[in-house]
């Protein structure tokens, strides 16, 4: 069974910079297509970013050009580089294999821009 477990979440000032990680077990993560969301309180879980198999990449129009999605295959782990971080990217930031039905999810690591 596949695990994802993000991390590095934190506590962060406007304007700061933040790093994601998400290492997944269990499965061959090099045929994996991921993904990142987030989900503000109240709100839906919403896209971020993914990165398909090839390295291609896509971003929501919210974070196009602050944000960095990215892999490393031999660590089996997908990462999300914030930069320029605003209010409004405080979230839950999740991790998911896209590719697999249902897709698979990790528990969230928590980013809270605030001064």
């Known amino acids: 069974q596949v695990q994802l477990v993000e991390s590095g979440g934190g506590l962060v000032q406007p304007g700061g910079s933040l790093r994601l990680s998400c290492a997944t077990s269990?499965?061959?993560?090099?045929?994996?297509?991921m993904g990142w969301y987030r989900q503000a309180e109240g709100k839906q879980r919403e896209f971020v970013a993914f990165i398909t198999v090839r390295g291609s990449t896509n971003y929501a129009d919210s974070v196009k050009g602050r944000f960095t999605i990215s892999r490393d295959n031999a660590k089996n782990t997908v990462y999300l580089q914030m930069n320029s971080l605003t209010p409004e990217d405080t979230a839950v930031y999740y991790c998911q294999i896209s590719n697999k039905s249902p897709p698979s999810w990790g528990q969230g690591t928590q980013v809270t821009v605030s001064s």
């Open positions: 269990g499965g061959i993560f090099s045929t994996y297509v």
